[in-house]
């Protein structure tokens, strides 16, 4: 599964710091200057999960793959993006790809990074790019009422739905609310999908602190985090400066000092990135075998055919059954055939509804 995370902010907050500790198939530049990110940079990040470890452990297979999602380093808005400011339509545009924002916000002081939008403030940066968002959808908004307005004269029931549903979220941009606070249903949502807007998808922000606030955070990430709570939000507070340092170190023993000398367990990244794969409302299920041991990206909600799918479209239109062994009793009984022993391997059709963790393999026939 393609899906991706944005991770966007305003100049010079550490965007592209932590895109280059967050992936580890790309880099991007970091420099302490305005756009210094034009074109998106684009990371396939592995998803930290010790369930994939601990099976290996059980199995010993000949490799192990773990399951992955897409970081895109969007370069920093500003406050008239939505008019076109500081190459603000091509950023937005780049916004309006991905599935979900990482919105990285300074919690910091340092005078020898610049900064033009005054004092510290991490209200007011995120209200900056909030601004910009609502004011970008709100023009998509009123386009598309002004196409469909004459045509509720033909009285079609599901124009005037959509009509409704595009007024109301006309007003909640009007009041500088995003549209994912409106939570509107599926019927809802199809008068929406085709303007694809952005305050729709869903936000994690990340508290860039300095080092001295790295365990305990600072009064500016305490603001942030109140904030985020209000409207239902995450935050995952972290130094991106330090992330990168830990991901450059090779060893295993360098890594157990670093996280000893700054009192980590384990990095931030790890919370970050098993937080934005939650975000996007996605679930793992395992497969385990001899040859190897694979973690599998799903939406969480799927049944066993679509889930077969992500391996070959040929496992969906084929499906006969799905054996499947619940990942703790996995753990419990130590292997798929003391499992099949214990009546804890179940036979499944193609209703069944994926659990997080499970480990399956899928009968077909093509």
Known sequence: MALQAGIVGLPNVGKSTLFNAVSNSAKAQASNYRFCTIEPNVGQVDVPDERMAKLAELVQPNRTVPTSIEFVDIAGLVKGASKGEGLGNKFLANIREVDAIVHVIRCFEDENILREEGDINPISDKEIIDT????????????????????????????????????????????????????LDAEDKEAT?????????????????????????????????????????????????????ITELESAEDK?????????????????????????????????????????????????????????????????????????????????????????LRIEGKEYVVSDGDVMHFRFNV
């Open 132 to 183: 910009e968002l609502q004011l970008k959808d709100l023009d998509s908004v009123e386009k598309k009422i002004a196409r469909i307005e004459k045509q509720v004269k033909t009285g079609d029931a599901k124009v005037k739905r959509a009509l409704e549903v595009l007024q109301r979220c006309k007003q909640h941009l009007y009041e500088g609310k995003n549209i994912r606070g409106m939570q």
């Open 256 to 344: 157990e000092l670093f996280f000893s000398e700054y009192g980590l367990t384990e990095p931030g990244l790890n919370r970050l990135i098993r937080s934005t794969y939650k975000l996007l409302n996605l679930i793992t299920y395992f497969t385990a075998g001899v040859q190897e041991v694979r973690a599998w990206t799903i939406q969480a909600g799927w049944k066993a055919p679509q889930a077969a799918s992500v391996i070959h479209t040929d496992f969906e239109k084929g499906f006969i059954k799905a054996e499947v062994i619940a990942y703790k009793d996995y753990i419990q009984h130590k292997s798929e055939a003391a499992c099949r022993e214990s009546g804890k």
């Open 193 to 245: 999908a085709d303007i694809f807007l952005l305050t729709e998808k869903p936000v994690l922000y990340v508290a860039n602190v300095d080092e001295a606030a790295l365990l305990t955070g600072n009064k500016y990430s305490d603001a942030l985090v109140k904030a985020a709570t209000d409207e239902g939000a995450q935050v995952i507070v972290m130094n991106n400066s330090i992330e990168a340092q």
